[in-house]
């Protein structure tokens, strides 16, 4: 299966740490995209990468938080500090083309902060 | 400020009837819809889309109406089964080069068998 894979899956780190995600897209998806999934709220847009350009970032992207595409292939979310507040589900998601198409999501990333 | 609502947090339906979900937007510049579904654990997706150009797409058993004046859209399951069951999530988005999405909360679907 050559989904959209991410990892940890689960991540519990204690408030103040640095923590990374990491996002490997389908291999020809040139966009990628990361989303915050809080309970009981669907997903919020926090960045956008075109190949290795990030190009949009959400207000809800406070300096804390830091996305990286080297090379347009994988991509690392860091968030430094880390604040019970970011305790959530953090998606991935990619897709191709020119077009509003549907994304592939992956798993998630849930972060616990403690 | 909720741009996509989905107010109805869960909703029941027997196998075999018809299951409607509802998503209304507020910004007049949507002009692509998406639904998509998550099981826990899992990611969302990706089910069904819709231009704004267009009121009706099928597809399978699924089918999303829009209906731009009421800025209301709608997904249909027929006839719905117990794999259905799960969380059901409405997206909008707006002309841009991003196709960033705004998603409402989501309405969990039981399917009972």
């Known amino acids: 299966d050559t989904g959209v894979s991410q990892d940890p899956r689960h991540k519990i780190t204690k408030r103040g740490q640095n923590v990374t995600f990491r996002c490997d897209p389908i291999s020809e998806h040139n966009r990628l995209y990361w989303y915050r999934q809080t309970l009981g709220q669907g997903p919020e847009f926090l960045t956008y990468f075109q190949n290795e350009a990030q190009l949009e970032k959400s207000r809800l992207l406070s300096d804390r938080f830091s996305a990286e595409r080297p090379k347009g292939s994988f991509s690392t979310l860091e968030i430094q500090r880390t604040e019970q507040g970011d305790s959530a589900m953090y998606l991935c998601?990619?897709?191709?083309?020119?077009?509003?198409?549907?994304?592939?999501f992956g798993s998630g990333t849930r972060l616990t902060v403690v | 400020d909720q741009q996509v609502k989905q107010n109805s947090p869960s909703l029941s339906v027997q196998e075999g009837r018809i299951s409607i979900l509802n998503c209304d937007y507020t910004n007049s510049m949507f002009d692509y819809f998406l639904w998509y579904k998550k099981y826990p654990a899992e990611g969302p997706t990706f089910l069904i889309s819709?231009?704004?150009?267009?009121d009706k797409n099928e597809d399978g058993r699924f089918t999303v109406f829009l209906n731009k004046s009421a800025k209301h859209l709608s997904l249909h399951i027929v006839p719905s089964q117990p794999g259905d069951s799960a969380v059901y999530f409405c997206a909008a988005s707006a002309p841009s080069g991003t196709y960033k999405y705004i998603f409402g909360t989501g309405t969990r679907l039981k399917v009972l068998a």
């Open positions: 998601a990619s897709s191709v083309g020119q077009g509003p198409y549907g994304y592939t």
């Open positions: 819709i231009s704004s150009i267009k």
